[in-house]
């Protein structure tokens, strides 16, 4: 029996189990994702049709100018030479996206911890114009952000704090950490984060999407060879191509086509040569934030240790979300972080802060240190953004208030999950992730009930093309452990109702 048939296997054409023992720890869970019902498929099918057609058609009133044009468009000169709309994303933003971008656009001016107030705007022009109307929804309960663990508060104690330190240090340190920009409390956030996560070492930097990008290719060159999960988010994917690295997709969480690409890599080496790869590494997500499931880890170890490969875990959706004390996907199946050569993560949602870290052995961060571009010419991380995540990572390790943060989450999750399988919608992912996605597949529902939703006092995110697949919209939900339960059951009872009025329980499953 192969590694990847050891430890369970999971993929998008039904229920799989992963079993992990690691320690005290023994993890059973199941990810599902119901394919898409062909009644579903077909409606939005004829959706996507329509407006097509109706888009081709607004598209030849603009060019013989029967309709304005409130695009920006080429200069006359340049049309034979660099076509600006010329591919089918832009033909959708055009046609579709900015007729319903009321749902994907709207400004909040509160902080966003349980309850947010959302500035109100009028659209016209099918989504072209917009003027703010003076009015604020107050008091709507957000559903849709990071906050995974409350800490985006503007009181309390992690909010003292931060003032405290702008007073010391001042809101911005003018200089990257190479020059004049390496104050003390960097130093003691990246000891204090090495020593939460169980490593030796680890460097931050000011922006979680930068961590990806610019790190990685520091780590792999022309000459490597990167196994990349097929979910993986934007910056991982930018990060690869700036590498020069050959990249090899996977199917999402499949063991069994891992495990197949890593064999290849093995045995043919590299094109043409037949060289062995100088270096193979193998790029994961700890919770992947569309799909809402969760890394098989295990089955990724056991094959990076057989091929003798190196594993770049991202963990900004897992770190402070999963885990017993919060410490990610690897306290969750029970596993050492040092058995994962780079551990990146953000501070952007669980802490309630920005920023981001890559941790391991001291080599890998003082490598990253001298080489990083984000190390060598960004400006440092903000002091009271470092005192926010020192204070709430304070909280998270060693407190009560921390661990009942945790427990509340974790209790948050399978109830909403539970409560939305129950009315038959069909939701996507893990039990235990926070991030809780649920298929609509029509944009025309994905618009009615995201309206439907706001009017009933509560925020959601939608999502569609180009993020997801064109078929697959959907609202995805994001728990937090700011939420009271009465918050999460009058959520359920709203979705309960527009499940009957816009026909939204797909599901079989029993």
Not at 1 to 20: D, F, K, P, T, V
Not at 36 to 45: G, N, Q, R, S, W
Not at 353 to 380: D, F, Q
């Amino acid at each position: 029996m192969n590694a990847a048939a050891q430890n369970g296997e999971l993929n998008r054409n039904g229920a799989n189990e992963i079993y992990h023992k690691g320690g005290s720890t023994k993890r059973k869970f199941q990810e599902s994702f119901e394919p898409t019902p062909l009644y579903a498929a077909i409606v939005t099918y004829v959706n996507y049709a329509v407006v097509t057609l109706f888009g081709f058609l607004r598209d030849f009133l603009r060019k013989h100018g029967f309709e304005k044009l409130y695009a920006a468009t080429e200069d006359p000169e340049m049309k034979d030479f660099v076509p600006l709309y010329a591919s089918f994303e832009s033909f959708y933003t055009r046609n579709i996206y900015n007729r319903i971008q009321d749902i994907f656009n709207r400004p909040i001016c509160s902080v966003p911890g349980a309850t947010i107030n959302i500035v109100e705007r009028k659209f016209s022009h099918s989504g072209w114009t917009s003027k703010y109307t003076g009015k604020t929804l107050k008091n709507v309960v957000n559903l849709g952000s990071y906050n995974y663990l409350g800490f985006a508060e503007n009181e309390g104690t992690c909010s003292e704090a931060a003032i405290e330190s702008a007073k010391k240090y001042g809101v911005g340190v003018c200089s990257s950490r190479q020059e004049m920009g390496n104050l003390d409390i960097h130093t003691k956030l990246e000891q204090t984060m090495a020593d939460y996560l169980g490593v030796e070492a680890c460097i931050t930097f000011g922006m979680g999407y930068a961590t990806n990008s610019t790190n990685i290719p520091c780590l792999v060159n022309k000459g490597c060879l990167i196994l990349s999960d097929g979910l993986n988010h934007a910056s991982l994917v930018l990060g690869c191509r700036l590498s020069r690295a050959t990249i090899r997709v996977f199917k999402h969480n499949d063991m069994e086509d891992l495990e197949r690409k890593l064999s290849d890599g093995v045995v043919y080496g590299q094109p043409r040569t037949q060289r062995p790869w100088k270096k193979i590494l193998i790029i994961v997500e700890g919770v992947y934030s569309m799909e809402g499931s969760i890394v098989n880890l295990p089955g990724v170890l056991a094959l990076k240790k057989k091929y003798k490969a190196y594993l770049y875990l991202d963990e900004a959706h897992s770190i402070g979300a999963l885990g017993d004390h919060g410490r990610g996907v690897t306290e969750y199946f029970g596993i050492h972080a040092s058995e994962v050569d780079i551990m990146m993560g953000t501070f952007t949602k669980s802490f309630g802060a920005a920023g981001g870290y890559i941790a391991g052995n001291r080599a890998l961060v003082e490598h990253l240190r001298a080489h990083s571009h984000s190390a060598c010419y960004a400006t440092s991380m903000s002091p009271p953004v470092c005192q926010q995540i020192l204070t709430s990572l304070s909280i998270i390790s060693g407190t009560e208030e921390g661990r009942n943060r945790i427990k509340q989450l974790a209790k948050s999750c399978k109830i909403f999950r539970q409560g939305l399988k129950k009315l038959g919608f069909i939701v996507y992912g893990n039990d235990d992730s926070p991030v809780v996605p649920v298929l609509f597949y029509s944009p025309c529902k994905l618009g009615a009930f995201s309206r439907e939703m706001l009017k009933r006092g509560f925020a959601v995110v939608g999502v569609g093309f180009p993020a997801t697949p064109i078929v697959e919209s959907r609202v995805r939900f994001c728990m937090s452990a700011a939420l009271t339960d009465k918050q999460i059951q009058d959520a359920l009872s709203a979705c309960s109702d527009l499940s009957s009025l816009l026909n939204l329980n797909y599901s079989k499953a029993k």
